[in-house]
């Protein structure tokens, strides 16, 4: 009997000791499930597992976001319905990334960097796809393209101008035409001030985005900048037969600023108001204060700007893309420039626009408000 009692005692202790081991076993595997779970649901990038046949069977919160769904919407759906050209019985693995165009629950398309791997469960094989939207890596490429055809046609053809007239000056084409001389370098005058101005934008956006263009705040008189300002495009604006009408300035209302930065920023939203405003139209800068800030406003009666327009002007190169921008030399870098500035010096940048047409074209005569403020200071 106590060699049956002692058996007895060891198996419970066994059991004891198997059923300590499974709750361990058991706990671990819940804490490597959970971490697997935050893994799968946090990672930056679309996650897909799809059955043989390719029906979604499950999916991480990115693809949610990606596609702008929710859950139910993707679950037992095909895949070819939200990926051109895929079907899922001809999908197969494909380690190596492939791009292909993604459609979202709107309809929308966009780029996406896809990578299939085959995995078996006891169930039945099955289909692990990662998805990456690459629009960024698309609008960097878009970006590229444009700044290449910027270069290519804003600094080569008044460096070709340049190089013209130096080859009929040795020529000796101008010989003795004092005249015609002065006239034609007031023209190539204007084109190397334009590559200057270009250059320098270049330069200023790259400082600006590495926080390496030096700011000396001060407190400036709101007066000043604008009298500065003015002046800077006072014969642009007589070349192009626009008046500049002025508010009053109260003299004793101050901004705490960069003074150069700040008539730079004034200078460029009064530079595109002249460019894009008719001959004997008139464009008008004013000023309001609040116990915050100081808000300047540059309005004009040119062509108003198409609403999807509006939301990325201030990107870099986007200014260029309005369909006559080239033709009035804009870069497409004086906006984006000057709301680095604004922003750095503790202001904000916008612009507002007559309704356009259909939100897509602008109306002529329609005019547009572009304005920024400064923080505002006190003596």
Known sequence: M?????????????????????????????????????????????????NADGK???????????????????????ISDFFIG?????LGE??????VTAVRADGAQFPAEIVVRQFSTSAAPQLLITVEDITPRFEVERMKREFVS????????????????????????YDGQTSGLKDKARLVENDTARLLTMINNLLDIDRLEA????MFADI????????????????MAEQKNVTIELDEFDRQTYVLADAELAVQVLVNLLSNAIKFSPSGERVHVRAEADAEKVKFRVSDRGPGIPEEFRKRMFNRFEQARISDARIKGGSGLGLSISKNIVEQLGGAIGVESAQAVDGKEAVKGAGSEFWFTLPRAFI
């Open 2 to 50: 106590d060699e049956e009692h002692k058996s007895i005692e060891d198996l419970v202790q066994l059991l004891d000791h198997t059923s300590e081991k499974l709750r361990t076993t058991e706990q671990w595997l819940a804490e490597a499930t959970g971490r697997i779970r935050v893994f799968f649901e946090n990672i930056p990038f679309g996650l897909l597992i799809t």
């Open 56 to 78: 979604i069977e499950v999916v991480n919160r990115m693809c949610i976001k990606m596609f702008s769904c929710d859950v139910s919407s993707l679950i037992g759906r095909p």
């Open 86 to 90: 895929m079907n899922g019985r001809d």
């Open 94 to 99: 494909h380690k190596i990334a492939r791009e």
């Open 150 to 173: 910027m270069v290519s046609h804003d600094l080569r053809t008044p460096l070709s101008s340049i190089q013209c007239f130096l080859n009929t000056i040795c020529d000796g084409i």
């Open 211 to 214: 926080g390496k263009l030096e």
């Open 220 to 235: 400036v008189s709101c007066a000043d900048i604008v009298e500065n300002a003015v002046a800077s495009v006072a014969s």
